[in-house]
């Protein structure tokens, strides 16, 4: 039995998996970034304070290994901060900026459901050392341009908010809590909770009355200083400039403590209640947590390979080729040798090819367009006694006799057409 909250996947899907996977590393290698690998198991001491004790992903959702001593194992519920350990322990931090890329499992103990799993796939990109707001540009840029690539951007739209500077949230975290506090009674269990863990993240409750309470709630907005504000004024403006739509949401917080300023995500409604393709933000003050000694502006974001192929296998968003196989049948066993020949030639020149050597012809042709032959090669005693073969066309269905001198120069000849 498959362990609850994790997917299998068949050779057909593992083909669009594939395809988004190559989508976007072509996309990174256009944007300059190159990619690295972080262990998935990490000391507890990574993520915790870093991602912020009182968030769901740390207090509840994490993957306990194994105790030694003063040691705590854990599977990893993102890479971020993987990735700024990378950077002090590989000292990229003396080399910046460092555009940087992912791909790879993360767990977090989660109620699965439709797009949501315990173990699930991050494609992410950090951006660190930048601090011009063009940063913050360029890395949504490709966010959007990745959903494009893959066919998602009619599906998705482009969430945008800041969350300001340390004080500046401070400041409104305050206001926040004195305008909750005469509704702290009615507001749902959550967000009580949160209400006394993590007050930003009530903005987030899904709850019908808690949304009403919170529509005349203070805005972020009133409380950025003309840095901020200016700072977030010019991504929009640029954003707008590069054609890219966006909606301010100024309820987006995220899971996650460690941001500043801009925050994004990209949601769909196509995906029931886990909307969140892709999410990420700027997080400038991560790095002193890996021992930097001042802070460094970085900006990133991941996305969720799992919702991103649900949708693209849904919508049929993407094209996967076909797979362009040569099957050889050999009508006898007294060809079987001869065939393996021929298949090993075709090999050499590059050109992926397979035999098959039992039941009726009928059968065998049924398991040549299984496995999608461009062309069968027939070896039946008739032909073979002239020293030719029949070469099927399968998407035409046409059937030629061909000599086996000529077999592997007519295939390569034609096999990109
Ligand atoms: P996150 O919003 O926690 O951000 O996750 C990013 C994406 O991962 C989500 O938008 C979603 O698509 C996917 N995801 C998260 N949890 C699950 C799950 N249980 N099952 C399936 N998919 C899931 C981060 O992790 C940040 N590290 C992103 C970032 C990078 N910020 C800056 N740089």
Not at 100 to 107: E, K, Q
Not at 126 to 142: F, K, L, P, R, T
Not at 205 to 230: C, G, W, Y
Not at 292 to 298: D, F, G, V, Y
């Amino acid at each position: 039995m498959r362990v609850t909250g994790t997917i299998d996947l068949l050779p057909s899907q593992m083909r669009l998996y594939n395809k988004i996977c190559e989508t976007f590393f072509a996309i990174c290698k256009l944007y300059g970034y190159e990619e690295v690998a972080t262990p998935i198991l990490e000391d507890i001491r990574v993520f915790d304070r870093n991602l912020g004790l009182e968030t769901d992903v740390v207090s509840k959702e994490m993957f306990f290994l194994e105790k030694k001593q003063d040691e705590t194992l854990v599977l990893r519920p993102e890479n971020t901060a993987g990735v700024m350990r990378l950077c002090q322990e590989g000292g990229l931090f003396q080399k910046l900026p460092q555009r940087l890329a992912y791909y790879g499992p993360m767990f977090r103990y989660e109620r699965p459901q439709k797009g949501r799993y315990r173990q699930f796939h991050q494609f992410g990109v950090e951006c660190i050392g930048v601090a011009s707001y063009m940063a913050d540009v360029e890395n949504i840029q490709m966010a959007v341009h990745f959903m494009q690539e893959i066919g998602l951007a009619e599906l998705t739209e482009l969430e945008i908010h800041t969350l300001g500077s340390e004080s500046e949230r401070d400041a409104y975290k305050q206001a926040l809590h004195d305008y909750l506090l005469p509704y702290k009674n009615e507001l749902s269990e959550n967000s009580v909770r949160r209400f006394d863990k993590n007050i930003l993240r009530v903005l987030d409750s899904k709850n019908v009355h808690d949304q009403k309470i919170l529509e005349t709630a203070p805005v972020m907005r009133n409380f950025l200083q003309m840095e901020s504000a200016k700072y977030f004024d010019n991504i929009l403006e640029s954003l707008e400039n590069f054609g890219i739509s966006y909606t301010v949401n100024p309820f987006l917080v995220r899971g996650l403590d460690y941001y500043n300023q801009t925050v994004f995500e990209i949601k769909t409604p196509a995906l029931g209640a886990q909307s969140a393709v892709l999410g990420g933000g700027r997080y400038d003050g991560l790095a002193q947590q890996f021992g930097e000694k001042t802070p460094t502006p970085s900006i990133g974001w991941a996305a969720g390979m799992e919702r991103l192929f649900l949708l693209a296998q849904e919508h049929q968003t993407l094209s996967v080729p076909p797979r362009k196989n040569i099957v050889i049948i050999a009508m006898t066993e007294a060809f079987d040798q001869e065939a393996q020949k021929y298949a090993s030639l075709l090999r050499k020149e590059g050109i992926a090819c397979l035999t098959v050597h039992e039941g009726t012809l009928r059968k065998r042709m049924k398991i040549a367009s299984r496995l999608e032959a461009k062309y069968t090669i027939i070896f039946a005693p008739k032909e073979m006694e002239n020293k030719t073969a029949i070469l099927r066309d399968m998407m035409r269905s046409e059937e030629r006799i061909l000599p086996l001198a000529d077999l592997i120069i007519t295939v390569k000849k034609h096999y990109d057409t």
